[in-house]
């Protein structure tokens, strides 16, 4: 990742953060396996609610079936530039505890963005670019990996 688009900052910021930016291009280089790894593990050592980990990751390396069917579920805009990225994560977040009586975890969503955030941090530090993006179909998603019993488990 050759990131010329280093944050100018009004106070003292870590490089860390400040080298973070959202790529639109990607080189053809794959990520391997072990890098995805590392970048899952990132988040999985984040702060949660009652210490739940309410976060899931889909991992799909390049020129894999998993890896299409996330291409397949993107909206047109995103789908024209991200089809070139090594490899796909996607976040799902756990809404509901695992104590008795399965509570609404309020704090989910919350938690998983902090987890992406780590994960992403992890990604600039090994000098893996990375766009969160927001541009997909949940229901393509949860058709294509068989999630809707899976996330009924959550409900």
Known sequence: MNNNKIAVTKYPVMELIKNRWSARSFSDKAIAEKDLYTLIEAASWMFSANNEQPWRFISA????????????????????????????????????????????????EHDLGAANAAMILQATS????????????????????ELNEYLKRWL
Do not use: C, R, Y
Not at 93 to 104: H, R, S, T, V, Y
Not at 131 to 143: L, Q, R, V
């Open 126 to 145: 090994m000098n893996i670019a990375a766009h969160p993006m927001a541009g997909f179909d949940t229901t393509k998603i949860k058709e294509a990996f």
């Open 61 to 108: 390396e390049k020129n894999t079936e998993s890896f299409k069917k996330i291409l397949q579920s993107l909206n047109p805009s995103n789908a024209s530039w991200a089809k070139n990225a090594g490899a796909f994560i996607v976040s799902i977040a756990k809404i509901n505890f695992d104590k008795e009586g399965n509570p609404l975890n309020s704090w989910a």
